[in-house]
């Protein structure tokens, strides 16, 4: 039996076979989920989930009687496609309802998938099966969830999924005998109202809907309630990249090479947030000693273009290639391809597609090329919306080796958990190169690039940071090292402190949040404001 994803992020999943032991009551599916990777966020922690619940499967033509055939290989697709569909749910279950909007989380989709069980549910004229099964994967949660369940003395959550994720879509558009009557009188019965307005479309509404909505017509029968039991992971406390393998030592100089590809918001006008990011990212390497090697002509750049920039170091010298394309393109495809295969340091900053983007199998067939990941050490910073769910475990993957088996000794990957804001990308950007080429530790880079985010935070990471060392250079002590001990001590004590004054603010705001899940509220609607949508990447 074999795990099929279906949504865009998700299709690159590699689906591994398994076998089958029928019976009901017996474990019927497994797939193991990715090791425990240890990670440093400033306002967002991982952890490990583990939930049980229930789906409808429409019944295939064939079945016979015995509901658990549904679990012999030849249903594998079918059962695998619907239960996914649920899954993939949570991403809107823990943004979007009102109890998560404080404290936000994503799953990373690498989990395992343990059927139960299935059985008979006939009704609405229909045979249908109510499939029980076992979900547990990695999550990345804001600090104000771990904190409330510390408050609570508790490790479990509880959401709601679809019932029926092959039919939850047409149930929130507002049936006739109702768009007379309050509150549904002055909605528009032609869109969804269980999603965002904009973003309407059933191929999105996974990831926007929300029951809360005022005008949202879904019933209760229509979910169902799921208690889910959280595990805290690991944090690291200083680490650094692998300087010595990117940026030389005294006895070897290194030429590094970087790309940054900024992806359009809507075209190439001079007023898009991603052409605002290019020039911006530009301005402020300039002013941090960066020097510009290719100006583009701006006229030149209605349908993409690029600059390049240097920067020297005492053991290299690094040259930055800055693209901006539209990430729906081919072009955009080939150059990222060419991109991740060569340079040492990568960054994407745009539009995530919902996965679609930068998806392994999306860039190999809009390119017509194959993505090889070279064996060297290797730094990618996915700057766009909920990148550790979409691009973690794919290009880990790429990375595996008999001696890596986890794909981390020569890739670390920064990303986000939540959507990342447009107008401050070029921001992240510069706290990442500048960190980077001053010898800073990662967590001195994550503190530095979570700054720079507004009232709404991202989410910025670092995961699998397993195997990096504690000392930034084995020939050359950085300046971070090269501090006394106690003025060392004096900052972080100092960070401290500000951390606890950002939990105790964070507090007060989580105090105003309703954690209640059960409580019923028809009055609380969220509408997305104008600000929060360019947002949305």
Known sequence: MAVVPLSAFAAAVVALAVAVAPGQGQQLFSRETGAATQFFGVDNKQGTIVYTTQVIVHAPKGLGDNANNIFDDEYDDELNRVTWKQIEHLFGAWREHKTYWKMPGVPKMDGSISYVSAEWQKQQ??????????????????????????????????????????????????????????????????KNQCTDEEYNDERDFWYFWSVWRETCPIKKSALVSVTGKLTRGSETDKTFPEYNTLLGTSNKHRQVSVTAVMGIDEDFGKADLGVRNFWTLQRFLASKGWQVARVPYKHKCSKGCGARMVYSGDTYDVTLELLLLDPYSNKFAKEVVTALGSADVFIYDGHS?????????????????????????????????????????????????????????????????????????????????????????????????????????????????????????????????????????????????????????????????????????????????????????
């Not at 990695?138 to 679809?162: A, D, M, S």
């Not at 996915?382 to 080796?401: D, I, P, Q, V």
């Not at 007060?508 to 949508?533: I, L």
């Open 125 to 190: 004229g229909g045979n249908n099966l109510l499939v029980t099964y076992t979900y547990r994967d990695q999550v990345v949660f804001h600090n104000n969830l771990w904190r409330h369940l510390k408050q609570e003395n508790t490790n479990e959550i509880e959401f709601v999924l679809p019932l029926d994720p092959l039919t939850i879509y047409e149930q929130g558009f507002i049936p006739k005998e109702l768009r007379n009557k309050s509150p549904f009188r002055r909605a528009n019965h032609r």
């Open 353 to 537: 597609g919902l996965g679609g983007h930068m998806s392994v199998a999306r860039l190999e067939h809009d390119s017509g090329m194959t993505l090889k990941l070279p064996s060297k050490y290797q730094i990618f910073f996915f700057n766009g919306c909920s990148t550790f769910s979409y691009f973690n475990a794919e290009y880990t993957g790429l990375k595996k080796t008999r001696s890596d088996p986890q794909g981390t000794k020569t890739l670390d990957l920064l990303g986000t958990a939540v959507g990342a804001n447009f107008e401050t990308g070029a921001e992240r950007d510069v706290s990442f190169l500048d960190g980077l080429f001053t010898l800073s530790s990662w967590q001195s880079i994550v503190r530095d690039m979570a700054s720079q985010d507004d009232d709404i935070s991202g989410l910025v990471h670092i995961v699998n940071d397993i195997d990096n060392p504690t000392k930034a250079r084995g020939d050359k002590p950085s300046k971070e090292i090269q501090t006394p001990e106690k003025d060392e001590k004096e900052k972080e004590k100092e960070k401290d402190e500000q951390n606890e004054e950002t939990e105790e603010e964070e507090k007060t705001e989580e105090e105003k949040t309703d954690v209640d899940t059960d409580e019923e509220d028809d009055g609380a609607t969220q509408q997305p404001s104008r600000r929060r949508r360019r947002r949305r990447r």
